[in-house]
């Protein structure tokens, strides 16, 4: 438990600490906004760790984000979520019941709720500023991480132990139109994932 609570108390913290946060001066007019983002994850988990939770090393992740910004910084905060689906070595099988009495043998899923935070500037650059450098830090927290059988209240299920952490993200991107379409790489520095490489699509929607 409070290997999970760490991450997200780190979140708080990065939150509370945004200079979104600060005064502005009088002699500027500041612009704020939200944009919304989705995004999909190719994941390395640690090979130790998924070893023991008997797991692949590698899973898929698909999520959304809202993005904090300001007319007068460079920097954005990012607040997301994302589903983990792993690659289970240790599914298992139950009969299940429905509510009309019906049964039916059903295999368990294992997958996980990932909640994360980062902060940093975005760089434009190019012809027209329509490509943009983004450098980050973040930290992430994994929720509800189990093998269980869905939609089943009383079925068996399995927590499948696989901590978030600290990680430094880059990525580069272009500008089409009102959207934003971009590749990013997480590096963790704790926890159980090695890192992460995420195609995103972006806007202000």
């Not at 983004?134 to 499948?160: A, F, K, P």
């Not at 971009?182 to 963790?188: D, G, K, P, R, V």
Request: net charge negative; hydrophobic share 40%; aromatic share 12%.
């Amino acid at each position: 438990m409070l290997t999970t609570l760490k991450p997200l108390v780190l979140a708080s913290c990065l939150i509370a600490m945004s200079p979104f946060a600060l005064a502005q001066s009088d002699n500027n007019v500041r612009q704020t906004g939200w944009s919304w983002s989705g995004h999909v994850d190719h994941i390395n988990i640690d090979k130790q760790a998924a070893a023991e939770q008997w797991i692949e090393d590698t899973a898929v992740a698909i999520g959304g984000a809202a993005e904090y910004y300001a007319s007068d910084s460079e920097n954005t905060l990012s607040l997301g979520a994302s589903l983990l689906f792993y690659r289970d070595n240790a599914e298992f099988s139950q009969y299940v019941e429905d509510y009309w009495g019906d049964e039916s043998y059903e295999e368990s899923d294992a997958n996980a709720l990932m909640l994360f935070a980062e902060y940093g500037p975005k760089y434009r650059f190019g012809r027209d500023n329509m490509s943009f450098f983004s450098v980050r830090g973040g930290v992430s927290g994994i929720l509800g991480s189990e093998r269980s059988i869905s939609n089943c209240r009383d079925c068996y299920s399995e927590d499948i132990e696989i901590d978030g952490g600290v990680y430094g993200l880059i990525g580069i991107g272009q500008t089409l139109g009102r959207i934003d379409l971009s590749l990013q790489f997480q590096q963790y520095l704790s926890g159980d994932l090695d890192n992460t490489l995420r195609l995103k699509i972006s806007g202000a929607f």
